[in-house]
């Protein structure tokens, strides 16, 4: 049973013209199992709060606390914070030339095993997590996200929630940009590694598409910086409706 | 050596060919000053294929076929008596590499070595030359491609940390020819290259790639010059560098020269530079000279630039220390070129090089 505890996070991020805030204050609590969804208008935070939480240097932490079980997240480096079973997929996963993703995967694996996995069982390993994901096993030949389809880089990013067994999964709009197919796939994912693993998922969304697939217990609304609402999926039923504009205009 | 004729031509590094270039840690390769050693470092590893000879022959028989403006391979020419020659006969096919190799060398006297290899019409062939070793030394190496030969040279400077090497490497490259040059810098003191290209008959093909790495107070020059004088040639540049350490200093140099003659030419020169510390300093000036408009295409781009954060970002959110994300990140910065050498043996060696590179710069 793990948590993950945000406690009036505030962020900053450096602009030309000084610091802006980005993040006003944000409460919430995920535990192991549990599927929070994330929701809300362009340019509301969301993404900040994922990246924060993973800790990319853009952004400044002015203000509150992350913990996972207890341990302060915000003091640890950010292959600490993975080591320590956190997960971002992210919205535009980043190119690495040269770098094969099997060679990848494999140093991964490595870093968050604290020792490299048995070349047998992990060959088995990988081959069965990219069948499982409807990805042609010539993948792992290719260069980390090089080339890659809209698509092809999110069922990456999902083989690699399946294979590292984190505790808890940041999701930034994993959704975007996949056809129905893709999403079918991508979701199905996220729900095998749920239950294989009792993983808690925070889940970065503009819609509700992706929450026919994926069942949140908790949805949050996120409009200019903090959490304005808060409910169970029937609030994402009445977004669907509504769309945000009552909490742009607040 | 003070009594050679190329003597007019001795720099004062206010030369376009030569600002960059540290002339007083040239050992006096440049001005003449050194004493002229007897030896002959370069040797054939093994024994020659079948189709395939090397020979040490007096320079009466073996005349050069190529003219240069460079100092130092004009004192090569005037010095060097004797030349080593490599020849691939015509319609040979090597399943395996040539391999040559230096003997001792030495610092306190200068070798000015003069090299021509040959492959013969419709041959292919792969050649590395490796370099190791202290050496005080000055090499023209003449590569003359005849018609529809295939040959690749892949020249490695993993020389010792006193080395002085400067020299050319010239092909000549005629009609339908296929040529591939792999140049990788990662030792030596001063290294100084002119890889340089003269095509001699339409559809040819020339590929020069290079990779190196300077550490603190390390100079590498690659300096190409590839010449279309015919008609319907291509060639393809694309040079790879790191840098770190203090005064680590690097150039590259593409010129590309497109003469009227030479309608249908497709050309295109790349240079990135990936600087992991402060202190170092890469030079990186590509320039085309264009007579014809009517080419399929000519390009070049140049980079310098740092770490990418994001990169850096994506492999630790992985769990990934900072390390060996950075090792990861150069291994495949220079993967896309090393992976071209063919050989799993030196392109593993290099590698390993390249990590203890990164290591040493890490340790500043």
């Known amino acids: 049973m793990s948590?993950?505890?945000?406690?009036?996070?505030?962020?900053?991020?450096?602009?030309?013209?000084?610091?802006?805030?980005?993040?006003?204050?944000?409460?919430?609590?995920?535990?192991?199992?549990?599927?929070?969804?994330?929701?809300?208008?362009?340019?509301?935070?969301?993404?900040?709060?994922?990246?924060?939480?993973?800790?990319?240097?853009?952004?400044q932490i002015t203000g509150g606390t992350v913990t996972l079980d207890g341990v302060d997240l915000l003091d640890m480096t950010v292959d600490e914070r993975a080591r320590a079973g956190l997960f971002l997929a992210m919205q535009y996963p980043v190119e690495v030339p040269g770098v094969s993703v099997s060679n990848f995967l494999r140093t991964a694996a490595t870093a968050l095993r604290g020792e490299a996995p048995k070349l047998r069982t992990w060959v088995g390993e990988v081959k069965s997590a990219m069948a499982a994901l409807s990805m042609d096993p010539s993948f792992a030949e290719r260069n980390v996200n090089e080339g890659f389809s809209g698509g092809e880089k999110k069922r990456?990013?999902?083989?690699?929630?399946?294979?590292?067994?984190?505790?808890?999964?940041?999701?930034?709009?994993?959704?975007?940009?996949?056809?129905?197919?893709?999403?079918?796939?991508?979701?199905?994912?996220?729900?095998?590694?749920?239950?294989?693993?009792?993983?808690?998922?925070?889940?970065?969304?503009?819609?509700?598409?992706?929450?026919?697939?994926?069942?949140?217990?908790?949805?949050?609304?996120?409009?200019d910086g903090r959490i304005v609402e808060e409910g169970g999926p029937e609030l994402a039923e009445k977004l669907e409706a509504n769309g945000y504009a009552e909490y742009v205009s607040k | 050596m003070s009594t050679l004729t190329t003597n007019y031509l001795t720099p004062t590094g206010r030369e376009e060919a030569w600002r960059f270039t540290p002339l007083k840690r040239l050992g006096g390769l440049h001005d003449g000053t050194?004493?002229?050693?007897?030896?002959?470092?370069?040797?054939?590893?093994?024994?020659?294929?079948?189709?395939?000879?090397?020979?040490?022959?007096?320079?009466?028989?073996?005349?050069a076929?190529?003219?240069?403006?460079?100092?130092?391979?004009?004192?090569?020419?005037?010095?060097?008596?004797?030349?080593?020659?490599?020849?691939i006969a015509a319609n040979t096919e090597l399943a395996e590499p040539i391999a040559l190799h230096r003997l001792a060398g030495g610092l306190t006297d200068a070798e000015l070595s003069r090299v021509q290899i040959r492959i013969g019409a419709n041959a292919k062939a792969t050649l590395i030359i490796e370099n190791t070793g202290d050496h005080l030394i000055a090499e023209d190496i003449e590569i003359i491609c005849e018609p529809g030969s295939n040959l690749t040279v892949v020249s490695l400077q993993e020389w010792d940390s006193k080395t002085i090497h400067a020299g050319r490497q010239h092909a000549i490259v005629d009609k339908d020819a296929t040529f591939k040059s792999?140049?990788?810098?990662?030792?030596?003191?001063?290294?100084?290259?002119?890889?340089?290209?003269?095509?001699?008959?339409?559809?040819?093909?020339?590929?020069?790639?290079?990779?190196?790495?300077?550490?603190?107070?390390?100079?590498?020059?690659?300096?190409?010059?590839?010449?279309?004088l015919v008609p319907n040639a291509k060639s393809r540049v694309n040079y790879k560098g790191a840098l770190a350490g203090q005064d680590a200093h690097t150039v590259w140099i593409g010129d590309v020269f497109i003469r009227a003659a030479a309608e249908g030419t497709d050309t295109y020169e790349l240079n990135r530079n990936l600087l992991l510390s402060d202190g170092a300093r890469a030079d990186?000036?590509?320039?085309?000279?264009?007579?014809?408009?009517?080419?399929?295409?000519?390009?070049?781009?140049?980079?310098?630039?740092?770490?990418?954060?994001?990169?850096?970002?994506?492999?630790?959110?992985?769990?990934?220390?900072?390390?060996?994300?950075?090792?990861?990140v150069v291994r495949g910065f220079f993967n896309e070129i090393v992976s071209e050498i063919g050989n799993a043996e030196i392109q593993d060696r290099l590698m390993t090089r390249i990590d203890q590179e990164l290591e040493k710069a890490g340790a500043q």
């Open chain 2, 65 to 87: 076929e190529s003219i240069t403006d460079d100092v130092i391979v004009g004192r090569i020419h005037e010095a060097a008596t004797e030349v080593n020659v490599l020849k």
């Open chain 2, 182 to 228: 792999i140049i990788v810098t990662v030792g030596g003191d001063v290294v100084r290259i002119l890889p340089t290209v003269e095509f001699k008959g339409q559809g040819a093909s020339v590929e020069l790639l290079g990779v190196y790495f300077a550490t603190a107070g390390q100079f590498f020059e690659h300096r190409m010059f590839v010449d279309h």
């Open chain 2, 34 to 63: 050194f004493k002229l050693a007897t030896r002959n470092s370069l040797a054939l590893a093994g024994s020659a294929p079948a189709g395939v000879s090397f020979e040490r022959i007096g320079r009466e028989l073996v005349p």
């Open chain 1, 3 to 59: 948590t993950l505890e945000i406690r009036g996070l505030k962020v900053s991020v450096d602009t030309e013209n000084g610091p802006v805030e980005i993040l006003k204050g944000v409460d919430l609590t995920i535990k192991s199992g549990e599927t929070h969804a994330i929701m809300g208008p362009n340019g509301s935070g969301k993404s900040t709060l994922a990246y924060s939480i993973a800790g990319h240097p853009k952004y």
């Open chain 2, 284 to 328: 990186s000036v590509p320039n085309l000279e264009i007579e014809t408009g009517e080419i399929v295409g000519a390009g070049h781009a140049s980079t310098t630039g740092r770490f990418d954060d994001e990169q850096l970002f994506y492999l630790m959110s992985r769990g990934i220390a900072v390390e060996d994300a950075r090792r990861l």
């Open chain 1, 156 to 223: 990456h990013e999902i083989m690699q929630l399946e294979l590292l067994k984190p505790k808890i999964a940041i999701l930034d709009e994993t959704d975007s940009g996949l056809d129905v197919d893709a999403l079918r796939i991508v979701s199905e994912g996220v729900v095998r590694a749920k239950e294989a693993n009792d993983l808690g998922v925070l889940l970065i969304t503009h819609y509700t598409r992706i929450l026919r697939y994926i069942k949140p217990d908790f949805v949050h609304v996120f409009a």
